[in-house]
């Protein structure tokens, strides 16, 4: 069922005026049971009517296989059926009676190697999977094939996924493959338990009791992953403690790695580019010291010797006062090429960062990481991919996408995003951000022509690329919901999806996240999807709308648009929007500093032009007159404040419509969503106000609907 806007408005204002219409009055009859969110998305709550087809399709599961991966998708099925179907579904031992799940691969499974699919398999890769409605021996079944077991789990997790969703199991015909190779999460976890911009508890990693005391959560983590298709994750912050790679934590690592296995999730770690020096003792850490290079094959050595499929290392390098090779006068190149030896021989990757912006580079420091690595394209070893965030300065409400994603043509580009919301409301407001990231996978660079999008840059299709992959800095904690605010589990979920493939859309994302995390029920999932597909940009009104970045201060919570001390120019906010009575912005132009250079034409013709500038980049690459027109004729400091007024109105009716679901929701949820909306509608109007008072100063202009 699709709702229009105007139905969601009233649905907005019915709940507000405390109606409710009739599914809604039968089921405030009967409560729905409190949920605490610990489930996330995989809650296998009754599917409805289809339960009666899907009895008849699943009658007996055979799992062909005998690995740790292949017990878990017979536990997964057995809960599943048990909490779904209402009963267990039994194991087909030796024929494949009507009715049978058959799951395995051609090399564990005589079955699947004689349905001959190997032209399929080949297409789907050691990862992908094929589910497909069949008959053996004249018999109506369903196989699951994939190459590898990990391959038969993510196939599993999907077939699960079609039928917590309610959609039809019986006439399937499903070939996936991931359009990305590294899916990974990037933990950014210090070893005394605390999270950096983590808003959902402390770590849940208990480095004290690993390695030998295992928290049931790792497993319970591994299967959250695994159910998107995620199949890694740096497990420590890239402002990382030389500490991890000692031998006691390493083992601690190695029994964290041991659990997440058998899920597909490979193990990678943050390194300190400094530990020869602070942990090694050696005198330097220069990556073209023999001693230095020796040191490090040596941990390679020895972390592969507990870790057999460790997949590498993650580096923040020369960034913040983290150590790098330029310490030693060395570029990045020769300090990841360094490290890429030392893991070569065992098949690892180097995951170096771009997030570097020292300000001998460039005045501005949104050009810096394009201008160091765009001179180096080309001189990294074959193993070294870089490591960008979506946009060029950090993780922003809105930013336009990276120069780099096009820009780098010899060198594999992945992207990192940020689940966690550091700049979005952190655990406190509501924001999918499977929206932003889609603006974000969607922009064309035209780095060979149109087409050229930065999902097809990663994907290897623009410069072709040997590593793939995309990462999210993301955002389970202890907290028992995982992620503080149970919506932004679907920030977690949607990194997931979109990395295994771009090509969906947010809204089918949002949509199969609210039928699983809260229901199938027609009218209350579609409220559900659409307070999510509108909140990403509520929150850019009333936050930083028409390209403003960077409106805050140290915790990157709260406004502070006055923000001009802090021990770099870049770090305050005075620096970005540059408000003075003459006008706002940022002049990136080609009059100005030409950061639109860094782009391929025709992006950068059209950022340089402010009659094609994108109004929600306006003043991102623009310095504007206050009085300056915009497309909507009204000027520049109207349309600023009508959007900061809207974006506050949206939070307003974002609050009114989850009222709306009360009874639709489970109390215990409904009430803690409730009291973050509370959060949240307040501080859209602070956001508002104090934005709106700061600017004022400068224009000199009454803010329009004011008396
Ligand atoms: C910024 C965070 C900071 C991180 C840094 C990074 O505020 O805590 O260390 O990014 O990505 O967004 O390295």
Redesign the pocket.
Known sequence: MRLSRREFMAAGMAGAAGLCVGSQAAELSRPLPDEDGYKLWLRYARPGDVIQTYRKVVQHIRVDGVSATCRIILSEFDSAAKAMLGRAIPLSMNDVAEGTLLIGTPGNSAQIRELHWATDLGAVGDEGYIIRSARIENKPVTVIAANSDIGSLYGCFHFLRLMQTAQPIDALNIIERPALQLRLMNH?DNLNGTI??GYAGRSLWQWNDLPDTLSPRYADYARACASIGINGAVVN???ADPRVLSPEWLRKVAALADVWRPYGVHMYLSVNFASPVRLGGLATADPLDQGVMDWWKAKADEIYGLIPDFGGFLV?AN??G?PGPKTYGRTHAEGANMLADALAPHKGNVMW?A?VYDEDIDPDRAKRAYIEFTRLDGQFRPNVAIQV?NGPI??QPREPFHPLFGGMKHTPVIA?I?ATQ??LGQAKHLVYLGTMWKEFLDSDTHAKGAGSTVAHVLAGKVHPSHITGMVS?TNPGLDTNWCGHHFSQSNWYAFGRLAWNPALSAREIADEWARMTFTNNDMTRAIIRIMMMDSRETFVNYTMPLGLHHLIGGN?YAPMPWNSRAPRADWTATYYHQASEDGIGFDRTRRGDRAVEQYFPPVCDRFDDIAQCPEVYLLWFHRCAWDYRMKSGKTLWDALCETYQQGAKQAAVLQKTWQFLAGQVDARRHAEVADRLVIQVADAAKWRDQILEYFGQFSKRPRPGAS
């Open positions: 950014w950096e911009r912050n890239v402002n923040k960034s913040e983290q960062r997030f965030k950090d993780f990192e940020q550091e700049y800095v990157h």
